[in-house]
């Protein structure tokens, strides 16, 4: 028989990826996402199925995370074998003007999710999406044994879902894992995020729609990887015969301006021309330098990453050097371009 999954979450950049992975291994999934006035699913469009279909194995709810009796109810009624818990609000620099906003959903939705586990008496397995940002000012390279000093609220509310998942392992017996996945890119990465912001950026410079790109602190130093190998590594950790806490990134690091220098070099420009600084785009309290040490995901889970940062970028840029091709050339084309504030 098919295994089944829920995915929370499953309109962002993982959860688009992590549905695909899950339906070409038979999987039936059953995607979690918040009510909107307006479509949202522009991720999933590509593997969506009607309603109406009797065999369909993507099946959408309109379930949140604030909601605690609706994800008991759902849980009772799916019964599924995995549940990944991927929603969240997950932009750091948001998270300092929305503090409250990013713990309730981060935080204590992750909580609410692992109550609704235990209340329901459902027998599954949960993946929690942690993040290096727990890390924060402690000194790479980190690893699953580095003291957690987040400085962000986002960095703080998955400490609080981390631990809580360590503790409804311990306290209850439940298949709880922590997959800490260091920063992790695609052509689907929101538009706001660095990474997405300079290859979309990249691509309107190219075109002559856009002079200059405005940026906070260069200096960063990140473990960028590719997003649809990570989803291969959440799978994996819940096919363990144990839970247990996983770090999964490239060990590679890289900065800010690293990573501006593959982008524009990808279409052939001096990001130094283009580049501007602007303090909004500074956090309150910076993160220096997240670098991994994916030694156990590699021995245990069997995996390690392949696309390092300058490949993500080249990868990244041609997507969105296409993407706005076909966008100027489509009906209406003047009013689909949209432009950077």
Known sequence: MSKTAVITGVT??????????????????????????????????????????PDRRLLLHHVDLSDGVALVNLLREVRPDEVYNLGAQSHVRVSFDAPLYTCDVTGLGALRLLEAIRASGVRTRLYQA?????????????????PFHPRSPYGCAKVMAYWS????????????????????????????????????AVARIRAGLQQHLYLGNLDAVRDWGYAPEYVEAMWRMLQRDEPDDYVVATGVAATVRDFLEAAFGTVGLDWERSVRFDPKYERPSE???????????????????????????????????????????????????????
């Open 12 to 53: 962002g950049q993982d959860g688009s990826y992590l549905a695909e992975l899950l339906l070409s291994k038979g999987y039936v999934v059953h995607g979690l996402m918040r009510r909107s006035s307006s479509f949202n699913t522009g991720r999933i469009d590509h593997i969506y199925q009607d309603p109406h279909l």
């Open 130 to 146: 942690s993040s290096s940002e727990m890390f924060g000012s402690t000194p790479p390279p980190q690893h699953e044994g580095t």
């Open 165 to 200: 998942t360590v503790n409804y392992r311990e306290a209850y017996g439940l298949f709880g894992v922590n997959g800490i996945l260091f920063n992790h890119e695609s052509p689907r990465r929101g538009e706001t995020f660095v990474t997405r912001k300079i290859t979309r």
């Open 287 to 341: 993160v220096d330098a997240l670098i991994d040490d994916p030694s156990k995901a590699r021995s245990l889970l069997g995996w390690s990453a392949k696309v390092r940062f300058d490949e993500l970028a080249r990868i990244m840029v041609e997507s969105d050097v296409r993407r706005l091709a076909d966008e100027l050339s489509g009906p209406g084309r003047g009013h689909r371009v949209r432009v950077d504030r």
